[in-house]
Nanobody
Framework: QVQLVESGGGLVQAGGSLRLSCAAS????????MGWFRQAPGKEREFVAA????????YYADSVKGRFTISRDNAKNTVYLEMNSLKPEDTAVYYCAAGGSIGIVQANPAYWGQGTQVTVSS
């Protein structure tokens, strides 16, 4: 079992930045691929970004490519999502997820965090 706890959400103006963090409970964190998803009101949860266990490869949704950066620190059991040039349409609850591979974490993560709210005002 892996417990994931997100933090760093909040209210920001359009064009601003936020950095989300996700702390994992297990020492085996470094063996998991990690991802971020988001769910806006009235919409389905969608993939945002993912990173391999080593941090060597990253993947992004087209809607955030060039604005968001996913990274991880395996020594701290933490994955980050740096969000720049935020838009009102980025408003959503952001969830951290873990999976055994980059494919699994994108399609059907094994573990989810509880989510953190990001609100971007225009």
């Amino acid at each position: 079992q892996v417990q994931l706890v997100e933090s760093g959400g909040g209210l920001v103006q359009a064009g601003g930045s936020l950095r989300l963090s996700c702390a994992a409970s297990r020492r085996t964190f470094s063996t998991y691929a990690m991802g971020w998803f988001r769910q806006a009101p009235g919409k389905e949860r969608e993939f945002v970004a993912a990173i391999t266990w080593s941090g060597g490869s990253t993947y992004y949704a087209d809607s955030v490519k060039g604005r968001f950066t996913i990274s991880r620190d395996n020594a701290k059991n933490t994955v980050y999502l740096e969000m720049n040039s935020l838009k009102p349409e980025d408003t959503a609850v952001y969830y951290c997820a873990a999976g055994g591979s980059i494919g699994i974490v994108q399609a059907n993560p094994a573990y989810w965090g509880q989510g953190t709210q990001v609100t971007v005002s225009s």
